[in-house]
């Protein structure tokens, strides 16, 4: 079969014929302990956004860095052949893609190197660059990593290479923030460990680093130990600026007096099944009382979710007082407020009943034109008033977050690009969940509203950056880098010379090496 499929390659033309012949070398001469696949390639070629589809020229499915080493190695050889690592596909624009490449699927090696890790009295797991977080999670008993994304089905590698952000992020910074080491098979296909001592600048690069220059098979991922339970509370506001008050003092204060958790959202203030008052309530017995909004309410609300960790052993009359000192000092509309207690695994995989349901009514599948941006303080009540209040007021088919993160928990170190200014910005993340076997134009037009927000950000002057970017020319890239951008074409240059690695991500353009 896989000859059969090399054979394909061999025909037209000398030039043609040339790369057919290097192509069926290249690929003969891996000597893998996992596997390859000429023929089931299609998966590779469809991720979570569904905009995009390019089919690579095969699968690997590593058993470890050394397989993964030796396909990249093996593009080095080849005239113009790529490699893109592949996490859990979530990406929205074909970021994991390598059209023609080679494609590895790094939930092959999932189970490789778990190990719980003690150093001078701190707990670090060694995970595997390609593990999911919920099965990170699992493995963890009564020990969590500290700094979480939303959704848990991405892998390790997939959110070290954009940032990985949460409701924990204002106190632990974003999961780039909370590792120590990382094994990464370079472009070169050398496998190095970095760490901030050793091999510092493949370490900060690959933090935020789009996948440029390695893939990263292990992190070493900081520990706590686990709460049992969550007190999980949503209250809402008519008034975005009393919303972005209490939001910034919570996340000022510091550890121990105030929630472990801070995340919030838009919604539309009407009876819209998707966008609208009852994505409140967090139990299906709670009511959302629309007598209570004030009067002053426009198209728009705003939701402030907190939560707070606690053990069984804790007397309720004590998380009680605790939740109700802090809630006590927030002016959201008093009777519009929701609240449950959850154990703490069932809170961190709070998405997955979304993905149930999303998935038994099409729209998991159906395409997802996500817009993703930090946004300084200084613009974010502009940006509300155009954005939220105008262009978006009757919602985009699902959430839009909208939370404070503090500039002092990001390493400046790192490839991550955060807004110039100021210690608080903003995440706002518009993801839109499109009906599924839509006729209607629609992708196109969600696609264009995205780019109408960036471009009025930018005619604005906002002080803002793409987070999961996505640009199509370089010179969109070297803007989004700005100061930073020297430094990350260095870094191209010394880890992935000839630009083979993680070419969805358009920065670099390969460097044919026959030409
Ligand atoms: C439902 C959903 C919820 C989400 N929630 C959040 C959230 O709460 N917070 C947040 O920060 N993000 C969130 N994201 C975005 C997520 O962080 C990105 O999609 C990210 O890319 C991780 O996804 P993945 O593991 O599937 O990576 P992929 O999409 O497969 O890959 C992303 C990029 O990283 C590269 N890559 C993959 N693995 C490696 C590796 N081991 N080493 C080096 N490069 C690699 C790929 O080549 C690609 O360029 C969410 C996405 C979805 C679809």
């Known amino acids: 079969m896989m000859i059969a499929y090399i054979e394909r390659f061999i025909h037209e033309n000398d030039t043609e014929s040339r790369q057919g012949d290097d192509l069926s070398n290249i690929c003969q001469s891996l000597d893998l302990q996992g596997t390859i ?66 494609v590895i699927d790094m939930r092959a090696t999932g189970e490789n190197h778990f190990k719980i890790v003690t150093m001078n009295g701190e707990m670090f797991a060694d995970v595997s660059g390609g593990a999911l977080w919920e099965d990170v999670l699992k493995r963890c008993v009564n020990l969590a990593p500290r700094s979480w994304t939303d959704y848990l ?41 970095c760490s901030e001592t050793e ?12 996948g440029q220059f390695g893939i990263i098979t292990r992190a070493r991922v900081k520990l706590q130990s686990t709460p049992d339970m969550v007190r999980w509370i949503r209250v809402v506001y008519s008034e975005f600026e009393d919303f972005t008050h209490d939001a910034e003092w919570l996340v000022n204060r510091p550890d121990g007096v105030s929630f472990d958790y801070v995340e919030g959202f838009v919604f539309v203030n009407s009876d819209d099944p998707v966008n609208g008052w009852c ?18 309410a426009g198209y728009v609300l705003y939701c402030l979710e907190v939560a707070l960790h606690y053990q069984n052993s804790d007397h309720r009359s004590a998380v ?18 929701f609240q449950v207690d959850v154990a703490y695994v069932e809170f961190l995989l709070r998405l997955k009943r979304v993905e149930e349901h999303a998935r038994a009514n099409g729209t998991w599948d159906s395409p997802h034109p996500w817009l993703n941006m930090f946004i300084s303080k200084r613009d974010i009540a502009d940006f509300d008033r155009m954005v939220f209040k105008k262009l978006l007021k009757e919602g ?4 839009m977050l909208v939370y404070p993160l503090l500039r002092s928990k990001w390493d400046d170190r790192t490839s991550v690009m955060i807004p110039a200014e100021g210690e608080i910005f903003y995440i706002v993340a518009l993801l839109r969940f499109t009906p599924p076997y839509s006729k209607d134009p629609c992708v196109e037009k969600l696609v264009s509203q995205n780019q109408e927000i960036v471009q009025l950000c930018m005619k604005e002057g ?14 969109d890239w070297k803007r989004h880098f700005g100061n930073k951008w020297l430094r990350f074409d260095k870094n191209k240059a010394n880890f992935d010379p000839m630009a083979i690695l993680a070419p969805g991500q358009k920065i670099f353009k390969r460097i044919n090496s026959h030409s």
């Open 462 to 475: 906002f002080d803002f950056k793409l987070y999961l970017p996505h640009y199509k020319s370089q010179e």
């Open 199 to 210: 091999n510092s600048e493949l370490f900060f690069g690959a933090l935020g680093g789009l």
């Open 153 to 193: 089905g991405l892998t390790v590698g997939g959110t070290l290479s954009n940032a990985g952000v949460s409701g924990q992020a204002f106190r632990y910074g974003p999961q780039s923030s909370n590792v120590t080491e990382l094994d990464v098979v370079t472009g070169k296909g050398d496998i190095l460990t």
């Open 37 to 102: 696949d000429y023929v089931a390639t299609g998966i590779a070629a469809k991720d979570f956004g569904g905009l995009y589809s390019f089919n690579p020229l095969a699968i690997i499915r590593p058993a470890g860095a050394d397989d993964i080493a030796m396909a990249v190695k093996a593009a080095c050889r080849s005239p113009n052949l790529t490699v893109a690592a592949r996490g859990n596909g979530h990406s929205i624009n074909g970021q994991a893609m390598a059209e023609g490449g080679l």
């Open 396 to 399: 985009v088919g699902g959430p």
């Open 279 to 296: 994505t409140v309530p967090l139990d299906p017995s709670q009511r959302f009382d629309q007598t209570a909004i004030p009067p002053t």
């Open 320 to 337: 009680d007082m605790v939740v109700n000192s802090l809630l006590g000092r927030l002016r959201f509309a008093k009777d519009l407020k």
